[in-house]
Every structure is written in structure tokens, then in C-alpha cells.
């Protein structure tokens, strides 16, 4: 390829114009195809010159030497500038044209032709010249090398062509540049150690970033693999899919040779810049660690020895707290170097000399050996804090909760009931649970700051002496003797806890007891109720009323152990408020409510036994009646007596001992059970009825009977005379058949 004398840049005006250009086809002897297309505007003569100029500079001269054919496309132009044009090319490029296809409109250049005819020339023009139609232009040059303006499939974008061709001269140009620049640069490295110090202080930078010109390389060069520089894909649609451009007009060889040379003088400048920067590093680490090593081995270390107590209230360990994190900010500013100079001394020595790399290694010893030791006494400090907080912070907390306790113990008691007694027994109780977890927690704390202070890292052997020993043994007596008096003031509150427990206990007792002397009360009201309201009945039957008499003496049972646990409840009562000296506090008037309901209920019982006692015996006399055949007159007589009576007691109120009166049920569960009463005593008396014309019916029978008798003699008498004539009549008729009999024999 050719050197390219003028660029783009320079002429960018004129070839957007599109005056000329290179399509990429080509014809059949595989020469390119130079396409002239003339517009009816005039057309500047130097400037299409200067656009053959730039476009005949670029294919190789191997390329040349195949030839060129022009398309002059005159269909839009005048004859004399399609004459001028082509008179051009012979002074242009004589020797490089083949032929030069001038294609004419289809009407108005025929007469002109005649008088100038292009073939007549050849000879003086150096190259062939044919007029032809664009329809005609096939027969010389393919349809796939020709683009659309003439009938062909080839694809052609002049602003894209021309805009590959900038990114091209532009990558070339800054490529060369940079190529020199490099060159100097890495050669600069081969003097003498003086001439590499002073190029060392110097900023030997490149003009232009290599990381730029080769991504902008290796961006074209994929443009040109791909066959796009001219904005053609190949052939056209009905052609072959071939690169016209691939070795002529892409310049594939010299992109790549360009990479190629810029990739090795850059790798060469990056190891240039890798050892000067190391050779920098290395003195610039080795003055920081001795830095780093100074401060925490002098001031560091005395920041830490001045402070050794634990304080003796939790504002006072707050306070050795925040002047804890004040140093502990000022050793993390040069823990954060030591961090950056290992990572940086990490890097040196996977890529240092051997003689680097031991004395990185020493400097990194020292440097870590310093760091963690100051590091681990930083953390045993703070672990001594940490512990000393929490010591104190339980020593308040537990000060404040025994101050609470007993503040409650010393108030005196006057609860309400027995609700308020149990809440203050559980509040009391919850309260000294605490107080014990708290110690307990205390004696926790308290160990593990001992041990804190027992496992601090030691001090090397040449500070150890300046280090002052008696502040441990004052932090320990410290801490037992905070225990010692939290144990004794727990004691002491314990103690009174038990007098107040075993006290609000009677007193829940006593409340209990009263409570349940009012509900044995209630209990035996409800019974009374129960039995006046609903125990009514005497049932249909003797068998239901026995029954219910049993029920009723166990219901009486249930009534008598309600009233005992009662009374019982009454005395433990009198008991409890002796005990706790309580004179403002008795039975009142439960007692007497017990006593009367008792009584009350004892009357009704009484009488409810008695009725039920007169039904059992009224149901089995009448049953007694019913059942039998035969049944006295005064048996009868009982029955009704002991009917009348029962309904009599049944129209009878009960009579309390104070005076007052109560019906059993309503006055319709009264007139109920009185039925059932009066329809036994029906039944009783329909009985009486029966029995009474039974004894008719007997007389009456006992006649009839009499004379049945004696017509059953006068028949019996009738019979038997009957039976003898008829037996006497057999008798005769046997002899007639036994003297029958001789007679046959004889004969």
C-alpha cells in the first residue's frame, strides 16, 4: 500500500461531495471500479481531480496494475463536461485506466456522438472509451459489481465508507505517534543509573493513551474482518458473497502490524513503569513502617500504660470508656497504614528479587509484630472495660432493686381482700427473685472481670518495669468488696422477707376464710331456695316417692356439711385474727346469717320429710288396696283418711322460728302434687265400688247355683236309667247273634 500524502481530514469537504469513489466491485479481469458520477450542477474540475488523487492512493500498486474501469455516468450532465471528464482521466491516470464505460441517456446524445467519436482516440488516450446505456452496462461488467444507480445488488454508503476512512488515517497517525513516543521512552531505560534516576523524577508519559489508540485499533480491525469498511456485506443478492476489498482497500495487514507493534512497545513501557514504581515503593514503605513502628512502640504504648483503672461507678468506667475509644481512634489511624503497607509489601513480594524480597520480609516481620502486639493490648484493654461496665452496670441495677425491696418492706400492710394480699405476696416474691438473679449476675461479672484483668497480654521485657502493678491488685479488692456488701444487704432483705411473707400469708388465709364463710352461706341460701321452690312433688307412686325421700335426705347431707365447713371457716377465722392481732377485723354478722339460714332450712327440711314420709304411706296403703282381691272395709277407711291428711299438711305453710311464713313452690306445683293425691283417692274409692257389687253378683250367683244343682241330679238320674235300657237292649241282641251262630254250625 501506497503512503497516503493527503488525508481526509484536510479534504473532508470534497469527498463528501461523493465526486468520485471506489465502490468495491469489480470487473471481470478483477479490476476495481472507479464510479464518476456526474450531477447537472457544474462540476469543479480540481476538485474531482484531487478526489482521483486521494482515491488512486489508496489500493496497492498490485492492484493498480489489474487496471481500473471508469464509470462515467453522464445520464444527468452535459455532453462537453462528460468529454472534459473523460479527457481528464488520460492526464490523471492514463496507464492505470482499462476502459472507461461512459454511460448516456437514452435520446439526446446521439447526433453529438457522431462527431466525436471516443474509439478514434484510443490510441492517444491510452484506454478505451464505450458509450453504453445503463441498461447495456451488464455486458461488461457484472450485475453483483454494480451498484443500484446502475441496475446491480452491490451496496455501497459513501458517508459510511467515508467515515471508516477517517477512523483509519486517524488510527494511523496516532498509532505512529505513539509508536515514537514508546520507542523513546523504553529507550531511555538502557542508560546509565544517573540518566534512570533523573528519567525516574521525570512524568515520562506518552501524549496519547495506549489503552485508547489500541482499543480504537482492535475496534477497526474487527470492521475490516467483518468485510464492513465500505459498507458491503459480500456480493449482491443474486452474487457471490465474496470481499472485494479484503486485501486491496481494508488494509488488514497494516492495522494488524500497527497492534502488533504498539502491544509489544507498550508491554515494554509498562515493565518500565512497574520496576521505577517499584524502586519508589520500596523506599516509601520502608520509611512508613519506621513511622508506624516509632508512634505505637513511644506514644502509643504510654497512652495505654496511663490507663489501668476500672472505676468505681458506671459514670466513672463510661468516662475510662471514651478515653479508651479516643486512643484506641488514634491507633486505628496507623493500624489503617500497617494495613495498606502489608498489602502493599504483599504485592512486592510476589513479584520481587530475592534481595527485595528479604528485606521486605524483615520489614514486614517487625511491622506485624509490633502492630499485633499493640493491637492485642488495645483489645485486652477493652475487654477489661467492657467487663467493668457490665460489673458496674449490675452493681447499680442490684443497688437499686434492694433500695426498692426494702422500701416495700417497711411500708406497712392494709390491703383490701385477699386479691390485693396475693398481688403484693407475688410482687414481694418477684422482687426478691430478681434481687437473687441479680446477684447472681453480679458474681458473674464480677469473675469475669477479674479474669480480664488476670489474662492481659504482658508488656515486652523493657517496658514491663514502667508498667505500674498496683493498680491490679487495687481493681480486685475493688471488685470482691462490691460483692461482699451487695451479699450482706441481700441477707438482711431476705430476712424480712420471710416476716412479711409468713404475715401476708395468715392474712390471705384469713381472707380466704372469710370469703369462703360468705359463700357457705350463700350455698346454704341456695338450698333453701332450691327446697322451697322446687322440691314440691310427692310423686305417683310409692316407689317414686321413696326415691325422692332418698334424695331428699341426701340433699338434707349436703346442707349439714355446707353449714359444719361454715362454722368451721367462722373459728379459723377467730383464730387468724388473733394471731395477727387484728381487733379491727371479726366474723360481723356471718355467723348469725349462718345460723339463721341454718335454721331456716333445718324447719323446711323437717317438713318436706314429713310430707314426703305421709305420701310413702298413703301410696302403699293405696297400692296395698288396688292390688288386692280382697280388701277389709277399714283397710279402705286408712286410705282415705291418710289421703285427706296429706292434702290437709299440703295446704300448710312452713313456720320459720322467726315468726315468718313460706310456702313449698307456687300455689300451681301445690295444686299439682294435690291432684295426684285426689286421683289416688279416686281410684281408692272406684275400688270400694267394685267391691261392693261383687259382693251382689256372689249372692245372686250362690242362688242360680242352687238350682242348677238340682236340675243337674234329675238329669244325672234320666241318664243312668237311659244307660241301662240301652245296655239291656245289647244284651239281648248278643244272644240273637250267638244262637244265629249254633244254628250255622249245625248246618
Known amino acids: ?3 497516503v500524502t493527503v488525508e481526509a481530514t484536510n479534504m473532508l469537504p470534497i469527498l463528501e461531495k461523493k465526486l468520485a469513489f471506489l465502490s468495491g466491485g469489480k470487473d471481470r479481469r478483477s479490476g476495481l471500479i472507479l464510479t464518476i458520477p456526474l450531477s447537472s450542477d457544474q462540476t469543479s474540475m480540481e476538485e474531482l481531480s484531487a478526489t482521483l488523487d486521494y482515491l488512486l492512493s489508496i489500493p496497492s500498486q498490485k492492484c493498480k496494475a489489474r487496471g481500473f474501469t471508469v464509470i462515467v455516468d453522464g445520464r444527468k450532465s452535459q455532453w462537453n463536461i462528460v468529454k472534459t471528464v473523460v479527457l481528464m482521466l488520460q492526464n490523471v491516470i492514463p496507464a492505470e485506466v482499462s476502459l472507461v464505460c461512459v454511460v448516456k441517456p437514452d435520446e439526446f446524445w446521439d447526433k453529438k456522438v457522431t462527431h466525436f467519436c471516443f474509439w478514434k482516440e484510443k490510441d492517444r488516450l491510452g484506454f478505451e472509451v464505450i458509450l453504453v446505456s445503463a441498461n447495456k452496462l451488464t455486458r461488461y461488467i457484472e450485475p453483483c459489481q454494480l451498484t443500484d444507480d446502475f441496475g446491480g445488488s452491490l451496496d455501497y454508503d459513501h458517508n459510511d465508507w467515508l467515515n471508516k476512512r477517517l477512523v483509519f488515517e486517524k488510527f494511523t497517525k496516532e498509532s505512529t505517534s505513539l509508536l515514537d513516543e514508546l520507542l523513546i521512552i523504553n529507550d531511555s531505560d538502557k542508560g546509565s543509573a544517573v540518566d534512570r534516576e533523573k528519567s525516574a523524577d521525570c512524568a515520562l508519559l506518552p501524549s496519547v493513551d495506549p489503552e485508547t489508540v489500541l482499543q480504537t485499533g482492535h475496534e477497526l480491525l474487527s470492521e475490516l474482518q467483518q468485510r464492513r469498511f465500505n459498507g458491503s456485506e459480500g456480493g449482491g443478492q443474486g452474487g457471490p458473497a465474496w470481499c472485494p476489498m479484503e486485501e486491496e482497500l481494508l488494509a488488514q495487514p497494516q492495522v494488524m502490524k500497527l497492534l502488533d507493534s504498539l502491544r509489544e512497545q507498550y508491554t515494554r513501557y509498562q515493565e518500565l513503569c512497574r520496576q521505577r514504581n517499584k524502586r519508589t515503593q520500596l523506599d516509601e514503605i520502608h520509611g512508613k513502617v519506621m513511622q508506624v513502628v516509632t508512634w505505637l512502640q513511644g506514644p502509643g504504648s504510654e497512652l495505654l500504660k496511663t490507663q489501668q483503672a476500672i472505676g468505681d461507678s458506671m459514670r466513672a468506667a463510661q468516662a475510662l470508656q471514651q478515653k479508651h475509644e479516643e486512643i484506641e481512634s488514634q491507633h486505628s489511624e496507623w493500624f489503617a497504614v500497617y494495613v495498606e503497607l502489608n498489602q502493599q509489601i504483599a504485592a512486592l513480594l510476589s513479584a520481587g528479587e530475592e534481595e527485595e524480597v528479604l528485606e521486605l520480609k524483615a520489614l514486614q516481620q517487625q511491622l506485624s509484630d509490633v502492630c499485633y502486639q499493640q493491637a492485642a493490648q488495645l483489645e485486652g484493654r477493652q475487654n477489661v472495660l467492657q467487663a467493668a461496665q457490665g460489673f458496674h452496670g449490675i452493681t447499680q441495677e442490684l443497688s437499686q432493686q434492694l433500695d426498692g425491696l ?33 446477684l447472681a449476675s453480679l458474681r458473674q461479672k464480677g469473675g469475669l472481670l477479674m479474669e480480664q484483668m488476670c489474662t492481659q497480654p504482658p508488656w515486652p521485657l523493657e517496658e514491663a518495669e514502667e508498667t505500674p502493678a498496683g493498680d491490679q491488685q487495687d481493681n480486685t479488692q475493688h471488685v470482691q468488696t462490691v460483692m461482699e456488701e451487695m451479699q450482706l444487704r441481700k441477707q438482711r ?19 380466704k376464710c372469710e370469703e369462703d364463710a360468705l359463700q357457705a352461706v350463700e350455698w346454704l341460701g341456695e ?47 377467730v383464730v387468724l385474727c388473733q394471731s395477727l392481732r387484728c381487733t379491727t377485723r371479726s366474723s360481723g354478722d356471718t355467723l348469725p346469717r349462718l345460723n339463721r339460714v341454718w335454721k331456716q332450712f333445718s324447719v323446711s327440711a323437717e317438713e318436706r320429710q314429713q310430707r314426703l314420709e305421709l ?46 311464713e313460706q310456702f313449698f313452690g307456687s300455689p300451681s306445683d301445690t295444686a299439682a302434687a294435690a291432684e295426684g293425691v285426689r286421683e289416688r283417692l279416686l281410684l281408692v274409692e ?16 250362690e242362688v242360680l247355683n242352687g238350682q242348677e244343682a238340682r236340675l ?31 244254628t250255622t254250625q249245625d248246618c
Request: hydrophobic content about 35%.
Open 493 to 511: 432483705c431476705e430476712d424480712m422477707v420471710d416476716v412479711r411473707r409468713l404475715k401476708m400469708l395468715q392474712m390471705v388465709q384469713l381472707f
Open 406 to 438: 426494702l422500701g416495700m418492706l417497711c411500708a406497712d400492710v392494709a390491703p383490701s381482700d385477699g386479691a390485693s394480699i396475693q398481688q403484693n405476696l407475688k410482687l414481694l416474691e418477684e422482687k426478691l427473685q430478681t434481687v437473687e438473679a441479680g
Open 615 to 660: 305420701a310413702l304411706n298413703f301410696h302403699t296403703a293405696a297400692e296395698r288396696v288396688l292390688q288386692q282381691e280382697c280388701v277389709d272395709p277399714e283397710s279402705l277407711d286408712e286410705v282415705d283418711s291418710s289421703g285427706k291428711t296429706l292434702l290437709d299438711r299440703l295446704t300448710l305453710p312452713v313456720i320459720f322460728p322467726d315468726g315468718t
Open 527 to 573: 338450698l333453701l331456695d332450691a327446697l322451697l321452690k322446687t322440691h314440691v312433688r310427692l310423686g305417683d307412686d310409692s316407689q317414686e316417692t321413696r326415691i325422692m325421700l332418698d334424695k331428699h335426705r341426701k340433699f338434707v347431707d349436703v346442707a349439714q356439711s355446707t353449714y359444719d365447713y361454715g362454722r368451721q371457716l367462722l373459728q379459723a377465722t
Open 712 to 742: 243337674d241330679v234329675i238329669g244325672e238320674e234320666l241318664s243312668e236309667k237311659e244307660e241301662e235300657e240301652e245296655e239291656e237292649e245289647e244284651e239281648a241282641a248278643g244272644q240273637q247273634d250267638e244262637d244265629l251262630e249254633r
Open 1 to 3: 500500500m501506497s503512503n
Open 686 to 701: 272406684e275400688r270400694r265400688l267394685q267391691l261392693q257389687e261383687v259382693e251382689l253378683h256372689n249372692e245372686e250367683e
